[in-house]
């Protein structure tokens, strides 16, 4: 095993949760920001069948990695049920999403388990790869939309950026079938890397603009960012929003468009001549810790507050020791209330040595 695996081994180790008894549950608590829990993103996989070179570079997650054993993941059963506490304590969405969340045996079932949870907005995040095959189960489930991850219409650029040779028009296809089936509107997430595929954003922008034939799609452009401890990230790699919109605007000029809710994470951007719209994501670049209303769950159960987290709170020991939802739904509170995350506004402050000297948990364990 490679070497670089130890800290990632380390950072997975969850602090136990204190329960502050037999409380009932509270409803929604702001943290000590003044943030409240609203958005619940959960990992149903560590596993993927890419290796995206900012994501799961193969030096890392090579043939033997010690990807989670079946009984350290959360099963449907234990989703479903913590997905009611949050919602209890104020989540209105969540978001499927891994690793590939596609790779998790009978995902429909899952889906329509969490789709009976009244008020809930049910989403996922999928690298397109099984999409063609399972859009329309999914919707039959009772998925409401989905966000396909693409990050070049070149083939060349995008087999590379996969590191699997997967081809793009198998993607292509699965978002055509995602929009078939009625997941839409979609949105196309790409992660821009200079010096790798930035030669890719303008077609992208072109391809997914609508036109009086086509409803196009939002592609939302992201700041490459250093999340976990093993994609090498460097600030240079970083192209900034700033520069992704001069360069579409510049083509195709582009308004800018009140966010949809508040704490919306994605800037949005319109084109002037009635050709869709477009997002950025510039996490690097403008932090929105002020507004970060997100909490993680990864696979095995832990909780994280921060996307840079180090640490992931047990919240999986807590359902197996036979704990009320009353207990859990006490506790999520009490932690939530305790929050004071944000992470990238420290980062801007502090340039980058921050991003290095922290052991940070690795993105396709905690999901985007
Ligand atoms: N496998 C699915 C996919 O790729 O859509 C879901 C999980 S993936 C971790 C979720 C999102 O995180 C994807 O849109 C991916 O592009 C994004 N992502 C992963 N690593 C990133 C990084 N270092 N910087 C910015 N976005 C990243
Ligand atoms: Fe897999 Fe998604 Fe990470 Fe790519 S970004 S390696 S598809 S989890
Ligand atoms: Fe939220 Fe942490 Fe990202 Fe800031 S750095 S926006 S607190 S997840």
């Not at 388990?113 to 009772?142: F, H, V």
């Not at 180090?310 to 939802?325: E, F, I, K, P, Y």
Request: proline fraction near 5%; hydrophobic fraction near 40%; glycine fraction near 8%.
């Amino acid at each position: 095993m490679n070497d670089r695996v130890i800290p990632l081994l380390d950072a997975r180790r969850a602090a136990p949760i204190a329960t502050p008894g037999a409380v009932a549950s509270v409803g929604p608590v702001a943290d000590g920001r003044g943030r409240y829990m609203r958005d619940l993103r959960i990992s149903i996989t560590d596993r993927c069948n890419f290796r995206c070179t900012y994501c799961m570079p193969k030096t890392v997650f090579g043939r033997d990695y010690p990807f989670l054993p079946r009984d350290e993941l959360l099963s449907f059963e234990e989703i479903t049920r913590i997905a009611r506490i949050f919602v209890a304590q104020g989540v209105t969405k969540i978001r499927l999403t891994g690793g590939e969340p596609l790779l998790r045996r009978n995902i429909e079932r899952l889906i329509e388990m969490l789709a009976a949870i009244p008020g809930l907005e049910l989403t996922l995040t999928t690298n397109g790869s099984l999409l063609a095959k399972k859009a329309q189960n999914l919707r039959d489930a009772g998925l409401q939309r989905v966000t396909v991850s693409l990050d070049a219409l070149d083939d060349p650029t995008f087999r590379k950026m996969n590191d699997v040779d997967f081809p793009v028009a198998e993607v292509l296809e699965g978002i055509a079938a995602a929009e078939v089936a009625g997941l839409g509107p979609l949105k196309v997430n790409m992660v821009v890397k200079r010096g790798t595929n930035d030669h890719a954003i303008l077609p992208m922008a072109r391809h997914f603009r609508s036109s009086p034939a086509n409803a196009g799609h939002i592609v939302r452009f992201i700041e490459y960012m250093d999340v976990g401890s093993s994609n090498g990230w460097k600030l240079d790699e970083v192209m900034p929003s700033a520069e992704v919109l001069k360069l579409i605007g510049d083509e195709m000029p582009l308004a800018a468009v009140d966010p949809n809710y508040p704490g919306e994470v994605a800037e949005r951007w319109r084109y002037l001549d009635g050709g869709g719209e477009i997002g950025v994501i510039s996490s690097v670049t403008q932090a929105f810790c002020s507004s970060c209303t997100r909490v993680r769950l990864s696979t095995d159960g832990s909780l994280y507050t921060c996307l840079f987290a180090t640490n992931g709170h047990d919240l999986r020991g807590l359902l197996r020791a036979g704990r009320s939802d009353d207990e859990i739904g006490a506790a999520l509170g009490a932690l939530w209330s305790e929050r004071t995350d944000n992470y990238s506004e420290q980062r801007s402050a502090e340039s980058t040595s921050l991003s290095t000297a922290l052991k940070k948990i690795e993105m396709s364990y905690i999901g985007g």
